[in-house]
């Protein structure tokens, strides 16, 4: 059973089983220069993953808990730890983002919700 | 160039070339006691040994700072240094924008640092490739930081040679037949540096007399020196000072730039021709032991108070080299002084405990151990001052070919440093020498060197721009995934000054003094 794992100072979510697809997107921070000689070299800072992951439904629940992580990072000035043990990933510190809420039922049940986990680093606190 | 690894050369030379930089800073300017003396081929650069030891003097503590490291911050860095033309007093600067979303750098918001997010914090830059770091940058913020939309705060910081150039000398200094070295190292150690901070050449100009007053501005100092030098003053990349004078030898390029490692390259228009020097400047001579200040009876005469003491100061005419200090009753060798009983102007006595002459000061401590007041009714000062003996050197010399071809390009030197006409000589034939032929500039964008310094001898072999070239400004900038580096480097013919004991007759150094 694939996992999603979201952790910060305040509590631990585990997120119902992930549907396919789940996007990875590698980042790459670097820039390509060009010398005299219409030679490229690239000077490289470092590379990041980004995650994209769609649950077709979420119960209100589930998705009130996920949202909680979202508002979260903007009142706790730090960002969500992400852990999927199946693609060895394990406490990231990812810049989380959220599409429209779309309601689908009377209970309050969400469809179509995509989140976006885009890893960075966790600043260190008092640095 | 600074010495590096050759793993810092691969990585630099390499297609992919990984970027690292770190960046500290010392918000509460606490000094980090276990750091240690800097001992070569032991200490690890960037390591926490200094190159200084310290003392209680607090400018030249750049190395004993404890810095917080604040590299996971840095949206960018820019750091540039360049040396003047012809002369050169330079600082460096640094402009590093840093995130600060949580509002730490945030004047009055309750951040941890709130109380020290202040002007004047010192920083320290470093750059180069896969964590193989390098010193670029030593020197402390100019002011409070600029907060924009609370995202981002940005520091502009100057080296710490900068921070000298604005304060004033503590202590007098008079020095004769002094070297422009020589006066350095002496307003340094009033500043409280040691030798291990700086790192200077040999003057060659020699001054007769050095005479500066407490409250004189260092800054104003160190521009005379290196304008009768035609030397160049700077703080370099790791925090060390250093001084060349005008020959400043070097024998070959240390790295080369061609078409693979430069980006873009163009001239910059500048010439700096210079095909005709003219000197001016008034000499001073120290003129055999003599009365330097007289006081009169009735004119400046003073009083001292029962079993009291006063100072009495003495602006004199001309700096002196040596007073001696007055003994009581007259006296047509030196120097002396007379007292008398103020009440009935009969002669009497009173002592002097101390004298202190600061160039064009002299101060007497006088006591009067009677029980009545005493008047010091006559005085002479006697000692060797140093005149203004003449109209002073008005000295001009050319480079006629040059003069033909360009027109004339004076450079105008007021320097009373500059005491002699084998001195101008000394200083105007290597000017001509080095700048009255075209020498261009160029501009380049190149493959980063982060282990690059001013002065530097380039060799450059793009198209038609073949030579060696030495370099004078650096611009460097990190961000945006991206580091890049600018230069301005100029044409430079590579000779060697003749010097004494060293050079052969008939061969190829220039005879320049």
Redesign the interface.
């Known amino acids: 059973m694939i996992e999603l794992i979201l952790t910060d100072s305040t509590t631990t979510l585990t997120l119902p089983i992930l549907e396919v697809p789940l996007t990875e997107i590698p980042i790459e921070?670097?820039?390509d220069?060009?010398?005299?000689?219409g030679?490229?070299?690239?000077?490289?800072?470092t590379q990041k993953r980004q995650w994209v992951h769609t649950w077709s439904y979420l119960s209100q629940s589930n998705y009130d808990a996920l949202r909680a992580f979202y508002d979260r990072q903007l009142t706790l000035?730090e960002y969500p730890l992400l852990t999927i043990d199946y693609y060895t990933i394990t406490n990231v510190p990812v810049r989380m983002t959220i599409n429209q809420k779309d309601i689908y039922n009377n209970c309050g049940g969400v469809k179509d919700v995509q989140v976006t986990f885009r890893e960075t680093?966790q600043?260190?606190q008092?640095? | 160039m600074q010495l590096t690894t050759t793993e810092f050369d691969t990585l630099r030379d390499g297609n992919v070339t990984p970027i690292s930089w770190a960046y500290r800073m010392s918000f509460d300017k606490a000094y980090d006691d276990n750091v240690s003396f800097f001992t070569l081929d032991s200490s690890v650069l960037d390591g926490i040994d200094v190159l200084a030891p310290d003392n209680n003097d607090p400018i030249q503590q750049w190395d004993k700072y404890t810095y917080a490291p604040y590299t996971d911050r840095v949206i960018y860095m820019e750091w540039s240094r360049e040396l003047e033309f012809p002369f050169s007093v330079s600082s460096a600067m640094a402009d590093i924008q840093l995130e600060n979303t949580d509002n730490y750098f945030t004047p009055n918001s309750g951040s941890l640092i709130d109380q020290y997010i202040l002007p004047k914090r010192p920083i320290r830059l470093l750059a180069g490739f896969n964590g193989l770091n390098i010193p670029q940058f030593v020197g402390i913020t100019e002011k409070s930081p600029v907060i924009e939309d609370h995202k981002t705060a940005t520091f502009h910081a100057l080296d710490f040679l900068s921070e000298l150039y604005t304060m004033p000398i503590t202590e007098t200094i008079s020095m004769q037949d002094a070297t422009t070295d020589e006066v350095l190292v002496e307003i340094f150690t009033q500043f409280g540096m040691l030798p291990s901070q700086y790192t200077l050449d040999t003057g060659i100009n020699v001054i007769p007399f050095v005479f500066f007053d407490p409250d004189t501005n260092a800054g104003g100092i160190f521009r005379d020196l290196m304008e009768a030098e035609m030397g160049n003053l700077w703080l370099d990349e790791t925090g060390q000072i250093r001084f060349n004078n005008r020959y400043n030898t070097v024998n070959a390029a240390v790295y080369t730039f061609d078409k693979t490692n430069v980006l873009d390259i163009r001239g910059n228009g500048d010439t700096n021709i210079i095909n005709a020097v003219k000197i001016n400047a008034d000499i001073r001579e120290l003129q055999v032991f003599q009365p330097v200040y007289t006081l009169t009876t009735g004119g400046t005469a003073f009083i001292i108070e029962p079993n009291s003491s006063k100072v009495f100061n003495i602006s004199l005419t001309d700096p002196c080299t040596t007073v001696t200090t007055p003994t009581l009753g007259l006296s047509s060798v030196t120097s002396w002084f007379t007292a008398l009983k103020t009440s009935d102007s009969t002669a009497s006595t009173a002592t002097i405990t101390g004298v202190s002459l600061k160039t064009n000061s002299y101060t007497i401590f006088f006591s009067n151990p009677n029980v009545f007041q005493v008047t010091i009714d006559a005085m002479e000062v006697w000692g060797t001052p140093a005149k203004v003996i003449d109209k002073g050197i008005r000295y001009k010399e050319i480079n006629q070919p040059s003069i033909d071809k360009y027109g004339e390009q004076v450079l105008v030197i007021d320097n009373n440093f500059i005491q002699s006409t084998s001195q101008c000589d000394s200083l105007a034939i290597p000017i001509l020498q080095s700048y009255s032929i075209y020498a261009g500039q160029l501009e380049l964008e190149v493959h980063v060197n982060p282990a690059l310094q001013l002065n530097d001898i380039l060799y450059i072999d793009v198209d038609d721009y073949v030579g060696e070239y030495r370099l004078i400004r650096i611009q460097n900038r990190l961000g945006d995934n991206n580091f890049t580096q600018k230069l301005t480097v100029v044409d430079t013919e590579i000779f060697n000054f003749f010097q004494l004991d060293s050079s052969l007759l008939d061969g190829p150094d220039v005879l320049g003094i």
Do not use: I, Q
């Open positions: 921070k670097s820039t220069v060009e010398n005299l000689l030679d490229v070299k690239t000077y490289f800072v000035f680093a600043l260190p008092g640095s």
